[in-house]
């Protein structure tokens, strides 16, 4: 593996003029003390791969300088095809997290857009937040941390609790959760347990899920109308958000040919920072319900941590 670093440290006083290298920089929540694009947006700090740099370099038969594309970080070692929205990068106690791949140029505001045509932002430029600050100089050892969706599956029986029959639903979930993530930019771990029908072990699960951090709960059984069939309404309550249109459009479109399928109170909302989702306990139905969910997924986890789609990549 090549050894990743930072090769040049570069701001600018004013926005849309190329930035030049300083010997070191500091970097707090805001960005780049000093530099013009310090603030409270999810682009505080720019990256961009040096190799990228010199590639362009040769096609256009002149050097280009640090920080000619307006780049706050200039690396070395670090793929840019391999970074992806959420990942952190570390240098030394700074801590990144990656906002947004590429961007608009600025068209005539460009000089090199200007003087050839075209630029490598909009494809290669790599922007991010700060999640922990501190000082940054040429030399320092860059890590990229890819990011790892945690999924946590639930599944509630009080028979399947007890070992009298075995849990089919929630390995489903699994399968379908790691066919979902193959090919992925993010990588996934999925944890899976069993646990009786109780509104007050569910809920410890539900806030233990919460304070660890999991990206997606995925629980199974008890969203029907039965006395213990309690899913639902522990959810809610444990919930900041409810996200009401993803059930109800499941419960439409299977429940035209199946009005059995309308007596779900399956729920989805925002749990903590992650998601979660109630499923009924068959697997026919687990199916169901997951090819609907998935389909959503990333860009519901895209949104929740304040971000969007306007990667260019």
Not at 89 to 112: M, P, Y
Not at 177 to 182: N, P, S
Not at 226 to 244: A, Q
Not at 252 to 266: D, E, F, H, Q, V
């Amino acid at each position: 593996m090549k050894k990743m670093q930072i090769v040049s440290v570069n701001i600018s006083e004013q926005k849309g003029t190329i930035k030049h290298a300083v010997p070191e920089v500091t970097i707090d929540l805001n960005g780049i003390v000093g530099d013009a694009h310090a603030g409270t947006t999810n682009r505080l700090v720019s990256l961009l791969a040096r190799e990228t740099v010199e590639r362009f370099a040769k096609g256009i038969g002149r050097e280009i300088a640090f920080g000619e594309f307006a780049e706050n970080l200039t690396t070395r070692g670090l793929d840019p095809e391999r970074v992806w929205l959420l990942d952190k990068l570390r240098i030394g106690d700074v801590e990144l997290e990656v906002t947004q791949i590429g961007k608009k140029c600025h068209g005539n505001f460009c000089a090199i857009f200007r003087e050839v045509g075209r630029c490598v932002m909009p494809d290669e430029g790599i922007f991010s937040r700060v999640i922990h600050g501190g000082k940054v100089k040429p030399g320092d050892a860059l890590q990229h941390l890819p990011k790892q969706l945690e999924f946590k599956i639930i599944t509630l029986s009080d028979r399947a609790s007890r070992g009298e029959y075995e849990d089919r639903s929630g390995p489903r979930i699994k399968e379908l959760v790691e066919e979902y993530m193959q090919g992925k930019r993010w990588s996934s771990i999925v944890d899976s347990t069993i646990i009786p029908d109780d509104p007050e072990i569910l809920a410890s699960e539900l806030r233990g899920a919460c304070d660890t951090g999991y990206d997606v709960v995925i629980t199974t059984g008890g969203t029907g109308v039965g006395r213990r069939d309690i899913t639902p309404d522990v959810v809610e309550k444990e919930c900041s958000k409810l996200i009401p249109g993803i059930m109800e459009h499941i419960r439409a479109k299977y429940g035209a040919n199946n009005p059995a399928a309308l007596l779900s109170r399956s729920v989805a909302g925002v749990l903590g920072s992650g998601l979660v989702y109630t499923l009924p306990g068959s697997v026919k139905a687990v199916e169901e319900y997951m090819s609907e969910i998935l389909k959503t997924l990333e860009h519901l986890i895209i949104m929740l941590h304040g971000l969007d789609f306007h990667s260019h990549r």
